[in-house]
């Protein structure tokens, strides 16, 4: 390739391995489209074996299953719920439609994982939640975590939507907290074709009363399975199961998923080795896992000088033809976080971290020869 490229790279594709269109032409054609279709129980089958996990619920978006978590753990108005203002709004917003008063603290340097020393010092006796974030699938300091909830006795619910196949001291990412949310939408390693989600129950007083809230507050799969003598209204809840022709698409994805893992981390360890001297001169700080965490290449990023420098970056790469992208708004300087929480900590690494932070392609599918030209491109702006 030139020095631009001829064709736009994108920052991310949907997962598609090969199998997608038959498993759901497959489901269309034996009109398998209910509660217990094939694909639905085969991607529970996988997650349970894949993450240890007795319970993972099938849901239509990893924002629906954090909605849920919060309506099980009855969150009020006037309750604080802790998360990081590093991350993405719908950690917030499942709380906020409660009436929840979201504290925001801030994220580790190292890992822009929420920092568990800031932790207890935000907890109040209206504290109802903790929410951390793995941000790119590198887990937070989860003993340290569960420690001061178990202390205060207040539930924690993972957002692992980043973390599918990473684990935490040998512990797969969801299956720590009294639940776990996972995503399957367009922009994670994989995908449900459009959206998908689990919600990952650990503490099995919450299932039962899950299981009505994902089937529009009903008792439908107890009466299905002959539990219960009729269907009827049980509780509040929405309809926020999985759809039979995600879960088609979505198993085709899981059944290939070592072929995807081993593509993606080739891609995060080739930028991460490329980097290495930028790095080490101190142009550029890179992603850094703790012993105790497997990361899955969810996102490759690198953090730059400043703003100026990073839209700078951003302008560059664009001109190259190569689309990259900061990350994210954070929530307490958004509209939306405004409104509905406050500081619970100073949030200085959180507002240098969505000012320095760059993400760079990586996606199944993403060629060498596309990395390479992407890599040069990057050792081109600090030449
Ligand atoms: C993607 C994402 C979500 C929402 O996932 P959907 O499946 O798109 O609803 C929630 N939290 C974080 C941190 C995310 O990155």
């Known amino acids: ?131 951390p974030v793995h941000y790119a699938g590198i887990a937070c300091a989860m003993d340290e975590i569960m420690a001061i909830a178990r202390n205060h006795n207040i539930p924690v619910i993972e957002d692992a939507a980043h973390s599918i196949f990473a684990s935490y001291k040998g512990r797969a990412l969801g299956t720590m907290g009294a639940m776990g949310t996972l995503s399957f939408d367009i922009m994670k390693n994989i995908c449900a ?12 007083q919450y299932l039962a009363r899950a299981e009505i809230m994902i089937n529009k507050g009903t008792n439908r799969l107890a009466f299905q399975r002959g539990e219960e003598s009729q269907y009827e209204w049980k509780d509040i809840g929405s309809f926020y199961a999985m759809s039979a022709l995600n879960a088609a698409y979505l198993y085709a994805n899981m059944e290939e998923a070592e072929t995807i893992q081993s593509h993606r981390m080739m891609l995060w360890n080739n930028y991460h080795r490329a980097f290495k001297w930028l790095a080490d001169a101190g142009h550029i700080t890179l992603p850094f896992v703790p012993e105790a965490c497997e990361h899955n290449a969810h996102i490759y990023f690198i953090r730059v000088k400043d703003r100026t420098q990073r839209d700078a970056f951003i302008a560059f790469m664009r001109e190259q033809n190569v689309t990259v992208a900061f990350h994210f708004v954070p929530l307490h300087v958004s509209a939306g976080g405004k409104q509905y929480g406050g500081a619970g900590s100073a949030l200085d690494v959180t507002v240098e971290a969505a000012d320095t932070l760059v993400r760079l392609p990586v996606f199944y599918g993403f060629s060498l020869e596309e990395q390479r030209y992407v890599l040069e491109a990057v050792l081109r702006f600090w030449a």
Not at 18 to 47: H, M, W
Not at 95 to 122: K, W
Not at 193 to 204: C, I, K, S
Request: glycine share 6%.
């Open 1 to 131: 390739m030139s020095d631009t490229s001829p064709t736009l790279l994108h920052l991310n594709r949907p997962t598609k391995v090969g199998r997608e269109a038959e498993y759901i032409a497959e489901v269309v054609a034996n009109e398998d489209l209910g509660e217990y279709s094939k694909y639905l129980l085969k991607c529970e089958t996988f997650l349970k074996d894949m993450m240890g996990c007795a319970h993972p619920l099938l849901v239509s978006s990893c924002t629906h299953a954090l909605e849920i978590a919060a309506m099980l753990l009855d969150i009020k108005p006037g309750d604080e719920v802790i998360m990081p203002s590093f991350t993405f709004v719908s950690t917030g917003n499942a709380f906020a439609l409660r009436g929840a008063t979201l504290v925001f603290i801030d994220v580790r340097r190292d890992t822009l994982c929420m920092d568990e020393t800031l932790l207890e010092a935000a907890i109040t006796p209206k504290t109802r939640a903790i929410v």
């Open 193 to 204: 074709g459009g959206q998908g989600g689990a919600l990952v129950v650990n503490d099995a």
